[in-house]
């Protein structure tokens, strides 16, 4: 009878014991599934603040951003004209102080001047940048010419939307453009020529013309610079040779250069460049060869790398539009155009020369 009561007590203690375990253990499951909400209530807290900082922060800016486009529209909106500025020579001094020129001429007249093409990757050409100024509703637009079909298109395609174009430097001549603002063909040999007279140190002389081009253009810089020599500088004795390069890859022009310049029996004493990728690849070939000294080198166009070797004394000269005349004149001829509906259709500026005695200025500017 006893060992029935202590068996029946030993089970009791044991059912006891198991019940208390499970007690522990939902207990345990109880606080660990409350930690886990807990911790999720966290996490959903959290990732909502930033959630709400993002949207927030992103409303501000672009109520910021608006509120700046507000501005620069009201800004615009109080000019009487907007211009758009188009060039391919990014990296040309002329062409750069042209626009500043003509922003700064424009300010003046309360004239909106925008350079497009600025510090862009996209490989744009002249013709797009024509589309997107006409795009943009602008006034007027002023670009650097060429005989390029597309930009031809795109000028005739601003035309007929009311939106005058005027090319600079070098002229899209079969488009609708309204003028043409340039330094002129005839003015330009003559400068050229008138170089050589002021640099020359002896009578007789033999003068390398490199022209690119087979046009009328080029014709005229020839003429100019024939009757200068007769008439300006009658008391030299010049022997004129010209050589057409257009067509010509740069390393094969880098080796006429050189061959030039090499033999000391045929080459000139001076050599002439009428065209600034000619002058550029000219002044390469000087460096490359070991060639400086060797002729009087004057070319055509003004930028930093022409500019230093003009510096550096191995460049004589160059010659180029003046910036600041044609900047005025070209926006000139649009406000012209836009309040009587006609202008000039060619207009020549004034040519600049960079030597030795003047060009820190330049560099100073650059």
């Known amino acids: 009878m006893k060992a029935l009561t202590k068996k029946k007590d030993k089970e009791k203690m044991i059912k006891t014991t198991d019940t208390g375990v499970k007690a522990t253990e939902t207990a345990e499951i109880r606080e660990n599934d409350g930690g886990s909400k807990g911790r999720v209530d966290k996490y959903g807290i959290y990732i909502g603040v930033i959630l709400l900082f993002f949207v927030t922060a992103i409303v501000l800016i672009a109520i910021y951003i608006n509120s700046r486009l507000k501005e620069i529209d009201k800004d615009h909106s109080d000019y009487r004209y907007h211009y758009a500025y188009i060039s391919k020579s990014e990296d040309s001094y002329t062409a750069n102080h042209i626009y500043e020129e003509a922003r700064n001429y424009g300010k003046q007249k309360n004239i909106y001047v925008e350079k497009l093409k600025t510090n862009s990757s996209a490989n744009y050409t002249d013709a797009d940048y024509v589309q997107m100024a006409a795009a943009m509703k602008v006034d007027g637009i002023i670009v650097e010419g060429s005989e390029d079909n597309a930009?031809?298109?795109?000028?005739?395609?601003?035309?007929?939307?009311?939106?005058?174009?005027?090319?600079?430097?070098?002229?899209?001549?079969?488009?609708?453009?309204?003028?043409?603002?340039?330094?002129?063909?005839?003015?330009?040999?003559?400068?050229?020529?008138?170089?050589?007279?002021?640099?020359?140190?002896?009578?007789?002389?033999?003068?390398?013309?490199?022209?690119?081009?087979?046009?009328?253009?080029?014709?005229?810089?020839?003429?100019?610079?024939?009757?200068?020599?007769?008439?300006?500088?009658?008391?030299?004795?010049?022997?004129?040779?010209?050589?057409?390069?257009?067509?010509?890859?740069?390393?094969?022009?880098?080796?006429?250069?050189?061959?030039?310049?090499?033999?000391?029996?045929?080459?000139?004493?001076?050599?002439?460049?009428?065209?600034?990728?000619?002058?550029?690849?000219?002044?390469?070939?000087?460096?490359?060869?070991?060639?400086?000294?060797?002729?009087?080198?004057?070319?055509?166009?003004?930028?930093?790398?022409?500019?230093?070797?003009?510096?550096?004394?191995?460049?004589?000269?160059?010659?180029?539009?003046?910036?600041?005349?044609?900047?005025?004149?070209?926006?000139?001829?649009?406000?012209?155009?836009?309040?009587?509906?006609?202008?000039?259709?060619?207009?020549?500026?004034?040519?600049?020369?960079?030597?030795k005695n003047n060009v820190e200025r330049y560099l100073d500017e650059d």
């Open 151 to 355: 930009l031809k298109e795109s000028i005739d395609a601003a035309e007929k939307e009311g939106i005058p174009a005027v090319t600079l430097l070098s002229d899209c001549s079969s488009s609708e453009r309204k003028s043409f603002v340039e330094i002129g063909d005839y003015n330009l040999g003559r400068e050229f020529a008138r170089t050589v007279i002021n640099i020359a140190n002896k009578r007789s002389l033999k003068v390398t013309v490199f022209v690119d081009g087979n046009g009328k253009e080029n014709d005229e810089v020839v003429e100019a610079l024939k009757e200068t020599f007769t008439y300006e500088g009658n008391h030299l004795s010049v022997e004129l040779s010209i050589e057409k390069t257009n067509g010509l890859p740069n390393f094969r022009l880098l080796d006429m250069v050189k061959e030039l310049l090499s033999d000391a029996s045929e080459k000139p004493d001076f050599l002439i460049c009428v065209g600034e990728h000619d002058t550029k690849i000219v002044y390469q070939a000087i460096r490359d060869y070991n060639l400086a000294g060797k002729t009087h080198i004057i070319g055509y166009g003004i930028s930093d790398p022409l500019l230093k070797g003009v510096r550096d004394q191995e460049i004589d000269a160059l010659i180029d539009a003046d910036a600041g005349q044609m900047g005025m004149l070209c926006v000139d001829a649009l406000v012209k155009y836009n309040e009587r509906g006609s202008c000039n259709d060619h207009i020549i500026v004034d040519d600049t020369v960079v030597t």
